[in-house]
C-alpha cells in the first residue's frame, strides 16, 4: 500500500477528565476515500481536526508524508495544511456574506487570481451544486440542505488535494444524501484527492469508501475495506452498526443499497415457487437536481405504501422493487401512481419521466432484473 | 493583559497587508460614518448643556464673556474624546464583540484557519483600522457639534454676547489642545477596538458561560471594560500631555 499521507501514532486528546482520543494509530493512504465510523460523541470530529491542525495531540504523533508535524517548520506545515480542505459539521459559513462571496472567499484571500478567474470558478462550483439561484442569498435565507451544498461547494473550490468532511450528509434528506455521497464519489474520482470523511451514513458510505475506519471508545478497533468490515467480529458489530443501520431502515422511505440487496436476497432465498417481483428502473429527463428530487421523493412514497422499496442508484435514476408483484400487477400499480401522483407534481413543462419493468424470479440476480428493466426504458409522462 | 496586548500588536501590524483596504473602508462605514447621527446628537445636547450650566456658574462671578473658552476647551480637550469613545462603544464596539463571539463559537473563526485566511488579519486588522480613522474624525465632530450647542444655549436662549462667544471660541483654542483632543482619541480607538475585538475572539474560552451566553457575557465585559478603560487612560493620557 506505500507510505501512508496521514498516519496517528498512539494520538491521546483530553478535555478536561474527559479522554476523547485514547492512543489512536491509523494510517490514511494517498487517493482513497476513506471513512471514520463510530457514534456521536466518540471523537471523530475531534480526530479529523487533528488532521488539519485545528487541535493539537496532548500525546502521540501526526506524521504527514512520513514526516512528524511536530517537528515541521511553520512554512512546511502551513504548505501541507494548505492542500487539505475542511467541510464543517455545522457549514461554518459567514453569515454576513452570500453564498457566491462564502465561495470565493478562499480564493481571492489566498490567491492572486483575476476577478474574472474567480469569477469562472465560483459559478462553477455553484452550478455543479446546483446553487446558481442561490448565489445571492445569504446562509440564513438557505434550507440546510442548500448551506450544506454552499459548505461543500467552498471546500473544492481551490481544488485541494485532500478534503476532509465531517458529516457531509447530516440535515439532507435521502435523496440527497445518496446525491451527496455520490458526488463526492464522483469527485474524488475525477480529480484524484484524498477524501476522509466522518458520517454516521452506514451502510451507504460503504459504497463509495475504500477503507473504513471505526472508532470504539476512544480508540481506533477497526481498519479495513467495507467487505473486511462485514466479517469484523467486536462489540462494535452489534452496539453501533446494526443499531445505526436499523434506525436508517425505520425513518427513512429510501433503502440503502446494501439494504435494497439485502431485502431482496432474502425474499430470493425462500425459493418458492409462486414466488415472483417486479422491477421498475425510473429516469428523469432533463436530469436536474430539485426535478429529480422531487419526482425520487414521490416514487419512494408512492411504492412504499404499497410494499416496494426504493433506492436512487444514479443522479436522475430511480429503481423500485415490489417483492411478491406480478409484471401484470407492477404495470397497473405504475398506472396508478402516474393518475395519482404525477399529476399532482408541480414540475417545468417539458419533464419528461421514462420507466421501464421487468418481471423478477426466483434465483436471478438482482442486475440482470435491472439491467431488462432499462432496456424496456420508455417516456410515461410528459409535464 | 499580556495576550491582549500581544493580540493587539499583531492585529495592528497585519493593518499594512494589501488586501485591506475594501474591508477596512467598509469598517469605516459601519464604525464610523454610521455613528455619525448619534454623535450629532450627545454633541449637540452635551454643547447645550455645558453651555447652559457654564452661563448661571460665571454670571455669577461676572464672567460670562468666557463662556466660549469654558464651551470650547471642556469639549475639546475632555468631553470630546471620552464622550465620542463611549458612545462608539456602546453602538459599535458591542457589535464588534458579539459580531466576532458569535463567528468563533460557529466554528467561522476556525473556517477561515483551514481555509489559510488568517483570521487576526482578516476579522481584527480591518475593525483596528477602521477605529483608528473613525474615533479622532467622530471627536471632530462632536466638539464642532458641541460648540455650536454653547452657542445655542449661551447666546440664543440666554442671550451671551455672540461676537464674544465666537472670538473666545476662536482665541482660546490652540494647535496643542486640538491635537491633544485627537491623541486622546485615538488611544481610546485602540483601546475600544482591542478590547471588543479581543472579548470576542476569546468568547469560547470564558469558563463562566458557554455558548451564546458567552458571548453575551462577552459583550458586557468588553463595554464595561472599554469604558472604565478609556476613563483611566484619560487621566493618565491627560497627566502625561500636561508635562
Avoid at chain 1, 184 to 197: E, H, P, R, S, V
Avoid at chain 2, 169 to 187: N, R
Amino acid at each position: 500500500m506505500g507510505e501512508p499521507l496521514i498516519e496517528f501514532r498512539k494520538v491521546t486528546k483530553r478535555f478536561g477528565e474527559n479522554i476523547v482520543l485514547n492512543g489512536v494509530d491509523l494510517k490514511i493512504y494517498e487517493g482513497e476515500v476513506t471513512t471514520i465510523i463510530g457514534l456521536s460523541g466518540a471523537g471523530k470530529s475531534v480526530l479529523l481536526k487533528h488532521i488539519i491542525g485545528l487541535m493539537t495531540p496532548d500525546e502521540g504523533e501526526i506524521l504527514f508524508r512520513g514526516q512528524s508535524l511536530a517537528f515541521m517548520g511553520e512554512e512546511e506545515r502551513a504548505r501541507n495544511f494548505a492542500q487539505i480542505s475542511y467541510m464543517f459539521q455545522n457549514n461554518a459559513l459567514f453569515d454576513s456574506l452570500t453564498v457566491y462571496e462564502n465561495v470565493a472567499l478562499p480564493l481571492t484571500e489566498t490567491t492572486q487570481l483575476s476577478r474574472q478567474e474567480v469569477h469562472r470558478k465560483v459559478i462553477k462550483r455553484l452550478e455543479q451544486m446546483e446553487l446558481m439561484e442561490a448565489a445571492e442569498k445569504y446562509p440564513s435565507e438557505l434550507s440546510g440542505g442548500m448551506q450544506k451544498r454552499a459548505a461543500l461547494a467552498r471546500a473544492l473550490v481551490t481544488d485541494p488535494h485532500i478534503v476532509l468532511f465531517d458529516e457531509p450528509t447530516s440535515g439532507q434528506d435521502p435523496v440527497r444524501k445518496n446525491s451527496i455521497l455520490t458526488m463526492i464519489a464522483q469527485y474524488q474520482k475525477k480529480f484524484g484527492f484524498t477524501a476522509i470523511l466522518v458520517s454516521h451514513e452506514i451502510p451507504d458510505v460503504y459504497f463509495i469508501s475504500n477503507r473504513i475506519l471505526a472508532l470504539y471508545h476512544g480508540k481506533i478497533v477497526f481498519q479495513g475495506t467495507p467487505e473486511e468490515l462485514e466479517h469484523f467480529d467486536h462489540p462494535f458489530q452489534d452496539e453501533v452498526l446494526k443499531s445505526l443501520e436499523e434506525l436508517k431502515q425505520e425513518l427513512t422511505g429510501l433503502y440503502s443499497k446494501r439494504l435494497f440487496k439485502a431485502h431482496y436476497q432474502s425474499i430470493l432465498k425462500r425459493k418458492l415457487g409462486e414466488e415472483y417481483f417486479t422491477a421498475i428502473v425510473f429516469t428523469v429527463e432533463p436530469p436536474e437536481g430539485e426535478i429529480a428530487y422531487q419526482v425520487g421523493t414521490a416514487i419512494a412514497n408512492c411504492f412504499s405504501s404499497r410494499g416496494g422499496f426504493t433506492i436512487r442508484n444514479e443522479f436522475s435514476e430511480f429503481i423500485t422493487f415490489l417483492p411478491f408483484t406480478s409484471l401484470a400487477e407492477g404495470e397497473e400499480m405504475l398506472r396508478n401512481f402516474i393518475d395519482e401522483r404525477l399529476q399532482e407534481l408541480k414540475l417545468p413543462a417539458g419533464v419528461v419521466l421514462n420507466a421501464g419493468l421487468s418481471g423478477g424470479h426466483p434465483g436471478k440476480e438482482v442486475k440482470a432484473i435491472i439491467n431488462e428493466a432499462k432496456s424496456e426504458l420508455k417516456a410515461i409522462f410528459r409535464f | 493583559m499580556g495576550a491582549a496586548a500581544i493580540f493587539f500588536t499583531l492585529a495592528f501590524i497585519k493593518i499594512f497587508h494589501p488586501r485591506q483596504i475594501r474591508k477596512i473602508l467598509n469598517h469605516v462605514y459601519y464604525i464610523g460614518a454610521n455613528s455619525t447621527l448619534i454623535i450629532l446628537l450627545v454633541g449637540l445636547f452635551t454643547g447645550m448643556v455645558l453651555g447652559l450650566q457654564s452661563y448661571h456658574a460665571l454670571v455669577k462671578v461676572g464672567a460670562q464673556g468666557a463662556l466660549g473658552t469654558l464651551v470650547t476647551l471642556s469639549l475639546v480637550r475632555e468631553l470630546g474624546p471620552v464622550l465620542t469613545s463611549i458612545m462608539i462603544t456602546a453602538r459599535a464596539g458591542s457589535a464588534i464583540t458579539a459580531e466576532i463571539g458569535i463567528q468563533r463559537i460557529s466554528e467561522q473563526i476556525d473556517a477561515l484557519s483551514t481555509m489559510r485566511i488568517d483570521p487576526i488579519r482578516y476579522l481584527i486588522s480591518p475593525r483596528i483600522a477602521a477605529s483608528l480613522i473613525s474615533f479622532p474624525l467622530l471627536t471632530a465632530l462632536f466638539d464642532l457639534i458641541g460648540i455650536v450647542g454653547g452657542y445655542i444655549s449661551g447666546v440664543l436662549i440666554l442671550g451671551a454676547n455672540a461676537g464674544t462667544y465666537l472670538y473666545r471660541v476662536q482665541a482660546s483654542t490652540d494647535m496643542k489642545d486640538l491635537t491633544d483632543g485627537f491623541i486622546k482619541a485615538l488611544v481610546f480607538a485602540a483601546i475600544v477596538s482591542g478590547v471588543c475585538c479581543y472579548k470576542g475572539y476569546f468568547a469560547h474560552m470564558r469558563t463562566d458561560s458557554h455558548g451564546a451566553k458567552a458571548v453575551g457575557m462577552a459583550t458586557t465585559s468588553a463595554v464595561v471594560t472599554s469604558c472604565v478603560l478609556i476613563l483611566v487612560a484619560d487621566y493618565v493620557v491627560t497627566s502625561l500631555l500636561l508635562i
